[in-house]
């Protein structure tokens, strides 16, 4: 028997894995003393950045995202491979996706959603100042990548045109970080 | 054979449900060709509220989070029923984990993620001006309920102490919204 905070964990089985996703269902005594059961799901975590340049623009992509059924405004996003550090992964995805190294990078912590299911974290950073590279995109993706002023994607932020947590999260970080220099 | 995006589904299975989850597994095609699976994860939405009260502090609950194994300080959340809006699931989750009942509610539209393998959205919601009502927890919650000032959740945002996605976009709209009007 485990303990997870105040659940009692009795077993646990994996009953759905492939390369991208586990899904596990463990037999649980809840806070109240009830058995039942709890699925969660393992995904791989990674990171997500607003490339900024020196107009004021972010880099937005726009993709096709499987999960919700539809496109998708997103920043740059991949996830973390063995062995990589969160920053590494981000900028590997910002060379493979937008064909940009960046000098400066600024970490803004950390999105998951949803907690009470998903073991998964998406770390946010904020790239600037850029060189171009080679893009080496993967056979899954077909992104159109749109450079847009902050205060049109903050806009599409306020009408609901953008939902991905961790592209809301930094913009708006974004915004804060550019008016504290602006005052 | 159905379309999705640039993607096509070949064909698609349940590969694990439980009342709270639903996983499929779809064949595919993938943008360039080639054939491949791709795992979804059904997962009921819900609604988050930051809770604002007079002297401007906001409601953090602190509370296990059985997918990411640890606790952690999110807003009030909760699944919606059928046939519920979100807004009145908002009310609801309100009532039963903080015993509170808002007269101002204000969307701040929803949060998704991750989007390439979740099918989930988390409408968000600002309430004020409270009157008192009876809690009542269901058998899996244990949550330990604290009014935060507005500048220390921001703290918690900036310091990574608070990493639940919906939380953090409120925090920031609502600090937004305060610094607006103060101006």
Redesign the interface.
């Known amino acids: 028997m485990k303990r ?4 009692k964990v009795m077993g646990t089985r994996v ?2 894995k ?1 390369p ?2 586990a ?1 596990h ?1 463990d037999r649980v005594i ?5 058995k ?6 393992d ?1 791989k975590s ?1 990171s997500t950045i607003v490339a900024l340049d020196k107009k004021g623009r972010v880099l937005l992509a726009y993709e ?9 405004y ?1 920043c740059v996003s991949g996830g973390r491979e063995k062995g990589e550090t969160f920053l590494a992964a981000a900028k590997r995805e910002l060379a493979e996706e937008a064909g940009l190294i960046a000098k400066y990078w600024k970490p803004f ?14 770390y946010l950073f904020l790239a600037r100042d850029f060189t171009k590279t080679k893009k080496s995109h993967e ?4 992104i159109r990548l749109r450079w847009v002023p902050l205060a049109k994607a903050y806009q599409m ?2 009408d ?1 045109t953008i ?4 592209t ?2 930094l913009i ?2 974004v915004r ?1 970080l550019l008016q504290k220099k602006v005052r």
Chains 1, 2 share one sequence.
């Open positions: 997870k905070g105040p659940w009953v759905y492939n991208w996703i899904v269902e809840q806070p109240d003393g009830k039942s059961i709890y699925g969660t799901v995904f990674g096709y995202r499987y999960g919700g059924s539809r496109y998708s997103e912590g950390c999105v998951e959603l949803p907690t009470s299911i998903m073991n998964f974290q998406e056979g899954t993706e077909v932020v306020c609901g939902t991905h947590a961790g809301i999260v708006l970080r804060e």
